[in-house]
C-alpha cells in the first residue's frame, strides 16, 4: 500500500515570497491533517479536513496559510507571504476515520527553509 | 499552549538498557494515548497507544504505564537496541483532536 506523498521534499525561499506543498493521502483515506513541526517541537495541528470539509483550522494563521483540499483526496497548503517564524517542516496526515482516535498516517514531510 | 508535557528533553541509554519517557496532560477530557516515533528525515508512526480504562499496555519491548488518577502515562523501552535511537512523541486525543508533546530524543549506545 503506498503511503502519504508529500512535495516538494524541500523548499528554500526569501521571507515575503509564497510557497505551496502538495499531499497526496493514502487511498480510501477520509480524513487529511497538515500539521507544523519547528525544530525541536512536536507537531502542531494546522488544519483537517474530514474529506472536502474542513473539521478544524483554529490554528491555521489564516492571514497567510491557505489549505485546500480538491475532490477529498489531494491537498495544498500554501503560504503567501512566508515570514521567518515559518521554517519548520509541514506534515501531512491521513487516517481512514476522523480524530486522532485512530493511527494517523504521516508523510515524510516537506522542509520549509525562509531566508 | 502546549496540552500534553513530555519529558526528558533527551536521554541517552547503553544497548540493553531501559528507556523511560514520561508524559503529563490536564484535560480530562482526553480518550486516547497514542506514542508516536521519529526517525530524521521521516514522520512519524504510530508505536503503541493506550486508553484511559487500561492501565498498562505491552507490545514487544514497549510498554505504556497509564495512571489516570495522577493524569501521566509513560513509554518504557525494554533491552534498548541502537535502532531505537530516535525521537518519540507522546500525544492525547479529544473530540476528535490530537495534541502532540514536545518529544524525546533517544540514543542507544552500543
Known amino acids: 500500500e503506498a503511503g502519504v506523498a508529500q512535495s516538494p521534499r524541500y523548499k528554500i525561499i526569501e521571507k515575503r515570497q509564497s510557497v505551496a506543498f502538495w499531499c497526496n493521502p493514502i487511498?480510501?483515506?477520509?480524513?487529511l491533517y497538515w500539521y507544523q513541526q519547528i525544530l525541536g517541537q512536536g507537531p502542531k495541528l494546522l488544519i483537517q479536513?474530514?474529506?472536502?470539509?474542513?473539521?478544524?483550522d483554529s490554528q491555521l494563521p489564516k492571514d497567510r496559510f491557505s489549505a485546500e483540499r480538491l475532490k477529498g483526496v489531494d491537498s495544498t497548503l500554501k503560504i503567501q507571504p512566508a515570514k521567518l517564524e515559518d521554517s519548520a517542516v509541514y506534515l501531512c496526515?491521513?487516517?481512514?476515520?476522523?480524530?486522532?482516535?485512530?493511527?494517523?498516517?504521516f508523510g515524510e514531510g516537506s522542509r520549509l527553509t525562509v531566508l | 499552549q502546549q496540552q500534553v508535557k513530555q519529558s526528558p528533553q533527551s536521554l541517552i541509554v547503553q544497548k540493553g538498557g531501559i528507556s523511560i519517557i514520561n508524559c503529563a496532560y490536564e484535560n480530562t477530557a482526553f480518550d486516547y494515548f497514542p506514542w508516536y516515533q521519529q526517525f530524521p528525515g521521516k514522520g512519524p508512526a504510530l508505536l503503541i497507544a493506550i486508553r484511559p480504562d487500561v492501565s498498562e499496555k505491552k507490545e514487544g519491548r514497549f510498554t505504556i504505564s497509564f495512571n489516570k488518577s495522577a493524569k501521566q502515562f509513560s513509554l518504557h523501552i525494554m533491552d534498548s537496541q541502537p535502532g531505537d535511537s530516535a525521537t518519540y512523541f507522546c500525544?492525547?486525543?479529544?473530540?476528535?483532536?490530537?495534541?502532540f508533546g514536545a518529544g524525546t530524543t533517544v540514543t542507544v549506545r552500543a
Open positions: 487511498s480510501g483515506h477520509a480524513t
Open positions: 479536513f474530514q474529506n472536502n470539509g474542513v473539521v478544524d
Open positions: 496526515a491521513s487516517s481512514p476515520r476522523a480524530g486522532g482516535t485512530g493511527e494517523l498516517f
Open positions: 500525544a492525547a486525543s479529544s473530540d476528535y483532536k490530537l495534541s
